[in-house]
Structure formats: structure tokens, C-alpha cells
């Protein structure tokens, strides 16, 4: 299984970014989809999660401007980011619990996509 993310890039302050994963590979049910980041210097924490059937989670810090939204049937997860802070500047995983073989779910990670919010 791989988990590939997209979307970073640099962006003002104001702006907008949206970020999306694709989960590929022998997969049988996913059972959390959700975005983590790690600013530098700072410990990898959860952004917003995702579990199937089960709602949606969103840090504090994303206080109504980020929207998390994931899709079944293609595997993928996406985060629309709004109203970025400089503070946002982070790298942004993706992380899935999925099944393979066994319906035991497994945790897998993107690789990071880099988001930098500066003038």
C-alpha cells in the first residue's frame, strides 16, 4: 500500500491551499482517513481524521477553516485549508488505517507534502 499527497506549495496569508492523498495497492476497507502535520522543531500532531462510519475530528487549532472530506470508493482523503496562518507552515501527511489481507487495519503514512505560508 501507498499513500501519495499533493497540493502543497506556498501560499499568503489569507489564502487557500487543498491537499489530497490516493491510497493505492491491495486494499480491502479503510477504516480512518486523516491529515497530520509537523511543524519544525515541533512533534507530528493530528490536523483532522476521518473515521469511516464513524465522523469526523479536527483539531482546535483548525477552528472552522479547514474541511476534511474523503472518498470511499477512490481511496482518497483531501483537506481544504482556509484563511492560512503563517503559523500553518508545516509538513502535512496523509495517514490511513487500511486492510489488506486481513481485516486487521493497518497505519500507513504519506510521505509529507510541504506547506509554507509566507508574504
Known amino acids: 500500500v501507498q499513500l501519495v499527497e499533493s497540493g502543497g506549495g506556498l501560499v499568503q496569508p489569507g489564502g487557500s491551499l487543498r491537499l489530497s492523498c490516493v491510497a493505492t495497492g491491495s486494499i480491502t476497507s479503510i477504516y480512518t482517513m486523516g491529515w497530520y502535520r509537523q511543524i519544525p522543531g515541533k512533534q507530528r500532531e493530528a490536523v483532522a481524521v476521518?473515521?469511516?462510519?464513524?465522523?469526523?475530528h479536527y483539531a482546535d487549532f483548525v477552528e472552522g477553516r479547514f474541511t476534511i472530506s474523503s472518498d470511499n470508493a477512490k481511496n482518497s482523503v483531501s483537506l481544504q485549508m482556509n484563511d492560512l496562518e503563517p503559523e500553518d507552515t508545516a509538513v502535512y501527511y496523509c495517514k490511513m488505517a487500511i486492510a489488506t489481507i486481513t481485516p486487521v487495519g493497518m497505519e500507513y503514512w504519506g510521505k509529507g507534502t510541504l506547506v509554507t505560508v509566507s508574504l
Open positions: 476521518n473515521v469511516v462510519g464513524g465522523g469526523t
